[in-house]
């Protein structure tokens, strides 16, 4: 477990603009993202809001105080929309938060959404660049003229103790007795074919398609498992330390590590992939949030709309 007063390892998530930020985010976060997790553990929710109706920053306040070291100087954690001040009806959880989303936010009489991922379609939600952009505007909008207070909360969620997400993800998957007790996103299975620990996530995680990399009958014992988007260079910085037989991701660079995969594989190596995509890869953790949350605010009902995968195949 690592001190909020040392420097972590920077080990950023996702796209370009993701990066520069999130290296300065473990700074504070303090925690690396594959390799220095804290203990696994479930806690258990303390404290409640008695409100039936709590402002928005209530809430927020709330959640802050379980999070180590919260609140952080730099995060992308802040409200997106709506009002610190406005009193909350509902509240809903979601990995993105689409149109589709805030729409059905909208038909429950809910006022409050908690993300995990940007709204406007960077890791800092800048919108400077977006001011032209009628799908900005509408979005936007649509929030304003209903009164929806948007708040993410991705770093937050992350350095939670356990990794909010991590915990839903292996709850939901039943891998927990299988996780590293010191970091979770190690993974020991009993000796399994790629293809069964395939069908296994589509029907854990209702992912109707997923790409791999490896030979279906390959046996995978020891995984790594990363949830969401970490940056190519920290994804394949775990699979050269832990030298897994499955590395598990939601998405990647496809340059990058998939690349470094197959040479991999090419040189004799064994090491096999499978992507499962960003939203449905977290989703489960945004969904145990609503368990974790509702015992803290009894007086607000708290729901789950997953934003869900937006690719098809044809």
Known sequence: MMDHSTKPLSLPHGTCGRRTFVSTLTKAVGS????????????EPSG?????????????????RTIPGAP??????????GSAQQRVEGIVTTTFPTLEVIQKTIALK???IIVHEPSYYSHTDATDWLENSDVYRHKADLLKKNGI???????????????????????TIGWEKYANQENPRLITLPST?????????KNKLGIPMLRTIGKPEQQCQRIVLSPGAA??????????????????????????????IRDARQMGKNTALIVLGHAVSEEPGMQYLVSWLQPKVPGTKVTHIPARNPFNWV
Not at 232 to 237: F, H
Not at 242 to 255: S, V
């Open 231 to 260: 940056d190519g260079k920290a994804q394949m910085a775990a699979i050269q330390k832990e030298n897994p037989d499955l590395f598990i991701c939601g998405e990647l660079r496809e340059w990058e590590t998939a690349e470094y």
């Open 110 to 112: 809910a006022n409050f």
């Open 48 to 64: 409640q809001i008695s409100p039936a109706a709590p402002t928005v920053q209530e809430v927020i306040d709330l959640i802050l």
């Open 149 to 171: 207070a948007v708040w993410r909360f991705h770093d937050y969620w992350h350095s939670h103790r356990p990794d909010g997400v991590m915990t839903g993800v292996l709850k």
């Open 193 to 201: 074919p790629l293809s069964e620990i395939a069908a296994h996530l």
């Open 72 to 81: 952080f100087r730099e995060t992308v954690d802040t409200l997106k929309s």
């Open 32 to 43: 690396s993202f594959f390799l220095l997790s804290p203990k696994w553990e479930f806690a």
